[in-house]
């Protein structure tokens, strides 16, 4: 049978007055809320999942709170994770207003409905929801229409997506939590100076014969005296072992012998032992220079700002052989200054003291120690080509938190700040800095205790003889 | 009896043991073209806390919260039993050296055996994330994988305890209503078979410094003659007290037994001295020129350059008086050399520990 021809059931007049009389209910006893499309970064297939997501367009739209009397769900819970919030809200929009003022702005191919995986920001509770269904048929098609969405909506469950609206107070819900990395960075470098002497009959390399083995830390070297006789006048070194590679290995082999004093007024190479350390078997040989050979005066200006030694070059020998050429390295101190420069070589056959010339640390160069970082802001290394978010940055302590990792962020490397964000686009110049130092351990975490536990365990409970399997902490 | 104040912190060191292997789990999130976008750590706690401390640290403020952040690990001490398997003889004792008290010796009965069951739960937002986790944990649990926990650090008692994956579950609510979250929960359970440890006993009957032994021409000691007396002390192989007494002022090279010191005074001859690491015996001593033996009490004969320092390891050499000099001074676990005398009887009398006198 078909529909009485003389009734209407609903004219578009009808409906649109339903749809306008809603409006202005809502209007009139809603809230603002904004709506907050997902973008899609990243998706799996087969698990489908989609791991990376984006929040970065906002609007605004009224709701009316179903839930007048307080949150659904069961409110806070204590887990073994810690404390779950289980705040549930229902949301009821306008279709009409939705689909005005919302879908025109929207690429994506169900821009006409509000979606589920979207996030909802409530101002009332400075909160984010994350719409889990989207009721579209309650009430049930009134005059043959439907006029409203009811969103159900939970409280969103951080993990590292990006929420980069224009909006502070958005923005600001995720700015403490989640997994932050820092990045200590460098102020404005400065270069070290130092100057040199020539010295007679000196020891000017130390030729390493045999490595040895077993050693636990870098062995003393002794050097035979100098029948000079006075105290500066007797040569000192320094041994450099191998770094500790490989599982469960705990000692090292000597690499190299660096001096730090070449001593004056031998006549004869003197002879050189190794001791001390737990190790055995290492051995070298000096060679001594009998006329201009080079030694470090002093330090006269320790720089400022190294993140790692420096490259040391030093002017060349008269003599014209390459191995008469002095060579040194630099040793950083903990504070970042130049604390030691040792010769691995000093020459020989120099007439003036030659010129030492230090780099400047990654930090000094033009432009670099300045400049602001702003929250969501995209950072690049300029070596390793890593990118990671601001989370936030202090000027005064230059510590930048940072998330959403790609890469690995090398030490002393510039990092250059993008200065743009969607929501501050091209403002002011970028910041550039040098990294200090890095610390991938979420220090900011309220409920990881990953350190904690890491240094009680390094703290003599546990025996890493054979080292940790699941790597260094 | 029961009752006697100790505390080892075993479990303790065992729940934190477990906790570290766990601390360095990483999950990483690719974008569409596989390219790593975001890498981060997945927190680890201890699972169960005082409610308040929870709800002070971890929602300070009480606006603008999130639901939870995901990936979290928690891990949490379940039960612990008795482990007949290994029990090893109850009489048995461990006993170590007092370093506070010297001449004391630490003692402590064997162990009883001990497994102590642990939970490790991991909650994930994404399903990829579970995977990757659990990818990083698995392998090395064959099923089981050793740590060396200090168990009780005073008597240096380091044990390996192995830690048996025993079971795997998997939770998935993806099921049902629209209104009902997800939650990915997995929940590793494993046994870490440790050791408990009593009271450790200090023990006055101290170490042995001193060994005596009598010998007679016969079994029945009324009318044996006492014949032989061996006694011992130790003799110390390194110097302890840095005399620092001379040194040399020319290099010495491996195979020369005559070195030139600074000033002969102090030395003697038969003294043992000690120049690196090096051990030496004095044979002779002619002005500042002293002729040695090379490499004594198993050392290892080397160079040493102009300048080296002599130690002297001083002692008094004969068992029948006290301990001095760095022979006195030897450190417990160290290794030493022996004191010997003997002496030769013609008479019927015994030695009286007691007394300290033949009587």
């Known amino acids: 049978m078909a529909l009485n021809p003389f009734f209407l059931q609903g004219s578009p007049g009808e409906q649109r007055l339903v749809q306008d009389l809603i409006n202005e209910q809502l209007r009139m006893y809603g809230v603002d809320i904004y709506y907050m499309p997902r973008e899609y970064l990243g998706t799996k297939t087969v698990i489908k999942e989609n791991v990376l997501a984006k929040f970065e367009d906002n609007f605004i739209i009224e709701a009316y709170v179903q839930n007048y009397e307080g949150f659904q769900g069961s409110g806070d819970l204590m887990t073994k994770f810690g404390i779950r919030t289980t705040d549930e809200l229902t949301l009821v929009i306008s279709k009409e207003r939705f689909e005005d003022f919302i879908s025109p702005f929207s690429m994506d191919l169900l821009a006409t409905r509000p979606k589920e995986g979207d996030l909802i920001y409530f101002p009332l509770s400075d909160s984010l929801f994350e719409i889990k269904f989207v009721e579209h048929e309650n009430p049930f098609y009134q005059l043959g229409k439907l006029y409203m969405y009811q969103l159900t909506c939970e409280l969103f469950e951080y993990e590292d997506e990006v929420i980069d609206t224009s909006i502070e107070e958005i923005d600001d819900n995720v700015q403490n939590i989640g997994y932050i990395a820092t990045l200590t960075l460098a102020g404005i470098g400065q270069t070290a100076e130092a100057s040199t002497t020539l010295v007679d009959g000196s020891v000017n390399q130390i030729i390493l014969v045999n490595d040895g083995y077993g050693y636990t830390s870098p062995p003393a070297v002794s050097i035979s005296t100098s029948p000079n006789g006075s105290s500066t006048a007797n040569a000192t070194a320094v041994a450099i072992t191998t770094s500790n590679t490989g599982s469960g290995s705990t000692t090292f082999s000597v690499k190299e012998v660096q001096i730090t004093n070449p001593g004056f007024g031998y006549t004869q190479p003197p002879t050189i032992v190794f001791s001390g350390a737990g190790g055995s078997g290492a051995s070298a040989r000096a060679g001594i220079g009998t006329k201009g050979v080079v030694k470090i005066l002093n330090i006269y200006n320790p720089g400022a700002q190294y993140a790692t030694p420096p490259v040391v070059s030093i002017s060349t020998s008269p003599t014209g052989l390459s191995t008469a050429n002095a060579t040194a390295v630099a040793v950083v101190s903990a504070g970042g200054t130049i604390a030691q420069i040792r010769l691995t070589n000093a020459g020989f056959g120099y007439t003036l003291a030659p010129t030492i010339t230090i780099a400047a640390p990654s930090a000094g160069g033009s432009g670099v120690g300045t400049g602001n970082f702003v929250i969501n802001e995209v950072i690049t290394g300029e070596s390793s080509l890593s990118t990671a978010r601001v989370k936030s940055w202090d000027k005064d302590t230059r510590i930048l938190k940072i998330s959403n990792l790609a890469g690995t962020f090398a030490l002393g490397e510039i990092i250059v700040g993008s200065a743009t964000t969607f929501s501050t686009p091209g403002i002011g110049t970028t910041a550039r800095y040098a990294v200090k130092s890095i610390q991938y351990d979420d220090q900011y975490d309220t409920y990881a205790e990953n350190i904690i536990i890491e240094n009680e365990a390094d703290g003599g409970i546990l025996d890493f003889t054979e080292t940790n399997p699941f790597g260094t902490f | 009896?029961?009752?006697?104040?100790?505390?080892?912190?075993?479990?303790?060191?065992?729940?934190?043991?477990?906790?570290?292997?766990?601390?360095?789990?990483?999950?990483?999130?690719?974008?569409?073209?596989?390219?790593?976008?975001?890498?981060?750590?997945?927190?680890?706690?201890?699972?169960?806390?005082?409610?308040?401390?929870?709800?002070?640290?971890?929602?300070?403020?009480?606006?603008?919260?999130?639901?939870?952040?995901?990936?979290?690990?928690?891990f949490e001490m379940t039960g612990i039993s008795y482990d007949p398997s290994r029990k090893a003889s109850i009489t048995q004792t461990f006993k170590t050296c007092n370093t506070g008290e010297l001449g004391n010796i630490k003692k402590v009965y064997m162990p009883v055996p001990y497994n102590i069951n642990f939970q490790l739960s991991i909650a994930t937002k994404l399903n990829d994330d579970m995977l990757q986790i659990l990818e990083q944990i698995l392998p090395y649990f064959q099923p089981g994988l050793n740590i060396t926990i200090n168990l009780v650090s005073s008597i240096g008692e380091k044990r390996d305890v192995p830690i048996i994956l025993e079971n795997i579950n998997m939770t998935d609510d993806y099921e049902g209503s629209f209104d009902n979250r997800r939650a990915m929960i997995s929940t590793l359970t494993f046994t870490a078979k440790s050791y408990l440890f009593g009271k450790i006993a200090d023990n006055s009957d101290g170490l042995i410094k001193r060994v005596q032994i009598d010998m007679f021409d016969d079994t029945n000691k009324v009318t044996a003659r006492r014949i032989q007396r061996y006694a011992a002390t130790p003799r110390a192989i390194k110097d302890y007290n840095d005399d620092a007494t001379t040194a040399i002022n020319q290099d010495l090279a491996a195979e020369q037994t005559l070195l030139s010191v600074n000033s002969a005074s102090g030395l003697s001859v038969d003294d043992y001295i000690v120049i690196n690491s090096e051990n030496m015996q004095i044979r002779s001593i002619s002005g500042n020129d002293v002729t040695v033996y090379r490499g004594v009490d198993g050392t290892t004969v080397s160079d040493h350059v102009a300048g080296s320092i002599v130690n002297i390891i001083s002692g008094t050499r004969t068992p029948d008086l006290p301990l001095t000099g760095d022979d006195n001074l030897i450190v417990a676990g160290d290794d030493f050399g022996f004191n010997e005398l003997t002496s030769f009887y013609q008479d019927y009398k015994d030695y009286s520990p007691s007394q300290g006198t033949d009587v």
Do not use: C, W
């Not at chain 2, 065992?14 to 976008?37: C, K, P, Y």
């Not at chain 2, 005082?50 to 971890?58: G, N, R, S, V």
């Not at chain 2, 300070?60 to 999130?66: E, I, S, T």
């Open chain 2, 1 to 74: 009896m029961i009752g006697q104040y100790f505390y080892h912190e075993i479990l303790r060191k065992t729940v934190i043991g477990f906790g570290t292997l766990f601390n360095q789990i990483e999950i990483r999130h690719s974008d569409d073209n596989d390219n790593v976008q975001s890498r981060m750590k997945v927190p680890l706690a201890y699972g169960p806390m005082q409610k308040f401390l929870a709800k002070i640290e971890q929602q300070p403020q009480l606006k603008g919260r999130a639901a939870i952040t995901l990936p979290r690990m928690s």
